[in-house]
Structure formats: C-alpha cells, structure tokens
C-alpha cells in the first residue's frame, strides 16, 4: 500500500533578533518575568516590508536546493498560514510562482497553531490518493505583524518562521503514519483576531482598539492547551501500540516551555526526546513544529518514531504520529 512520507525539509527564520530585554524597553516586563512564565529569551522579526510569503519561498528553495528536486515535477502548494500576504490570492500562488512551480495548484489552509498537523495529514492525503507524487507543504507565520506591543501579556510570546517539507509516496514502512485532528468551537471567545473578518471589517475604531493583533485569554488558553496537547499525543501513541521507549523524539508546537513540559511528563518522554526551540524563536504558530523538524533534520534517522502534538485558536489540536522517512540532512 502507497502511503505518504516526507523526503526533505527546509527552512527560513528572519535574522533580526527581539530580545527581552528589548521588549522591557517598550512594555512593563523583565526577562525574569517572560521566562519564568513561557520560557521565550528572544524571537525573530521580519523587518523591511517583507511578508509571509517572503519566508515560504526562502524555505522552499532551500527545500529545492537541498533535495535537487525540479520544481517544475511538483503537482500542488499548500500552505498553513493565519498570516497570509493578504486576505486573497491564497498565499501558497504567490509560493508556488516564485519558486518556478508552474505546474501547482496551489491553497492555504488555516488552522492557527495546529496548521502544521491538520496541512500534514491534508498533503499525506494527496498523496495515498496515488493521484499525485510530489507535493510541498509550506508553514509558518509572521506573528509579529499581528501582535499588540502595548499589551504586555502577548507581547512578548511570538516570533515569525516558516518551514517547508516535501511529501512524496512510499511503499516503505516509513511516512505520515496516523493523525487525530479536533477542534472545539467554544474556544472562540478566549483566543482570536477581533476585527479584519466579515464580521467586523476593519474601521478606524477596530484600528484605534488594536483588534486587528492577537487577542488571548492566557489562564483558559493555557489549561485547555496542558490538557488538548498532552491527552492527544497519549491518544495517538496508545492507538499505534507504542511503548514510551519507543518513542525517539517528541515533536511539541512551541507555545509555552511550561505546556510543553506537560506534554512530555505525561507521555514519561526525557527531555533530551523532546525538540525544543521556543527560547529562541517564540512561537511562530503553524511554523513552530516544522522548525524543529528543520533544525533537527540531522540528527533524525530512517525509522525513528515521532509524535507531533500541537494546540491553537478555534480551538483546534491534534496529534501525528511519523515514522521518519531518511537519515539526516536528505543522506
């Protein structure tokens, strides 16, 4: 049987650096403060008039220049973004054109944090369907450009990245394995954009009350998280018959250190298991999990068990499970 696995992946974080210290210039914050309670130290902007799309392309060529694939074999784009370019065209025809991917179709889905899981198992699905052979998978957000530098609860938590992967077909025992996807819609209240949709367009009192940045009820945000992320993950991993010393890496979305410690406590996961860039990088939404996956790409190896777990806006979450496809940087 065909099933889908990730063959190569690649990478783009902006290289101006927020620190916390420079956050404290702007709001009443101290680095003691920020990493005592999400365990960010600092995070990338993207400077210069750029956009998200910026990111997308500099993964994907990477991706190209890494695995030597023709951009031009590449069947479809899709994107994981709640920062996009704009309202429309989708993100991912800006990406597939100015990476040479001419013969794409190309469309954005949007799933906040846990883009990155429900993109995954929406390109292994392209694939099983024995319709396509090449699709590349683009994710990432550029979070500052939606964040609210007055408000010292939120300011200081996200930075802008994006990862890009390529999925192919495999009759291997390797590949997207298994995927649980759920959502929750009472969520709404607690962690939103306010203004810039249809139900309410943007106005000069939208912009005065800063509702088109990042609106979070943090303690709600946080207790749903702990709970959606950790019961997932042990979800996913009792249903594949998984032991916990069969687990090589835990693959955590970078919201919070504290949540991600929860999510490893309960899957009894050692923290060397656990991939983690959050103190860096803050958390880039849908492109937390796939820059840990960029980061860590050389010290994966061919069969290495994975559990993604990520928690976001809607809400959504999910879980997947990878059995990693080749060793190291593409070798």
Known sequence: MTNAVITGIGGYVPEDILTNDDIAKIVDTSDEWIMSRVGIKERRVLRGGKATSYMGIRAVNELFAKTGVDPMTVDGVICATSTGD?????????VAYQTGCRKAFAYDVQAA???????????????????????????????????????????????DGCGAILVEP????????????????????FLKMKAGGSLRPPSYETVDNHEHTVYQEGKTVFKRAVIEMADVAAEIVERNGLKK???????????????????????EVPEEKVMINIQRYGNTSSGSIPLCLWEWESQLRKGDNLILAAFGAGFTWGATYIKWGYDGNGA
């Open 86 to 94: 704009y309202h429309f065209p989708p993100m991912a025809s800006i």
């Open 245 to 267: 010393e069969d687990i090589d890496w835990i693959v955590p979305h970078q919201a919070n250190l504290r949540i991600i410690d929860a999510a490893a406590r309960r899957l």
């Open 170 to 189: 495999t009759t291997e025992n390797v590949g997207i394995i298994d995927s649980i996807l759920r959502s929750d819609g009472s969520g709404l209240p």
């Open 113 to 159: 944090c846990s883009g990155f899981i429900y993109l995954l198992e929406t390109a292994a699905n392209f694939i099983r369907s024995g319709r396509y052979k090449r699709i590349v998978a683009v994710s990432g957000d550029m979070m500052t450009a939606i964040t609210n530098y007055t408000d010292r609860t939120t300011c200081p938590l996200f930075g």
